[in-house]
């Protein structure tokens, strides 16, 4: 499955551990990533200081559902179940 433009869930509803430009610590779950703009999308798409975390993955039904609002409910609770 392709990104849907404008969701941004992944960039919301995920912990990220690693260093991100602006963000030295990560970023904690449910935070949103000082990357993503106003239009839900990343402003670090494509450029080589984007965290290898975001770079593999890879959008999914199972883990982005339908919906920018599923995305979120089902990317938390992976969080939560993996955490």
């Given at each position: 499955?392709?990104?849907?433009?404008?969701?941004?869930?992944?960039?919301?509803?995920?912990?990220?551990?690693?260093p991100?430009?602006?963000?030295?610590?990560?970023?904690?779950?449910?935070?949103?990533?000082?990357?993503?703009?106003?239009?839900?999308?990343?402003?670090?798409?494509?450029?080589?200081?984007?965290?290898?975390?975001?770079?593999?993955?890879?959008?999914?039904?199972?883990?982005c559902?339908t919906?920018r609002?599923?995305?979120?409910?089902?990317?938390?609770?992976?969080?939560?179940?993996?955490?």
């Amino acid at each position: 499955m392709d990104c849907r433009p404008g969701c941004g869930a992944c960039c919301i509803a995920p912990s990220i551990s690693s260093p991100i430009p602006g963000m030295p610590h990560g970023k904690a779950a449910g935070e949103r990533c000082v990357h993503l703009s106003s239009q839900f999308l990343c402003l670090l798409f494509g450029d080589p200081r984007r965290p290898e975390v975001c770079t593999a993955f890879g959008a999914d039904p199972l883990c982005c559902g339908t919906s920018r609002e599923e995305a979120i409910r089902l990317l938390g609770w992976l969080e939560q179940a993996t955490a």
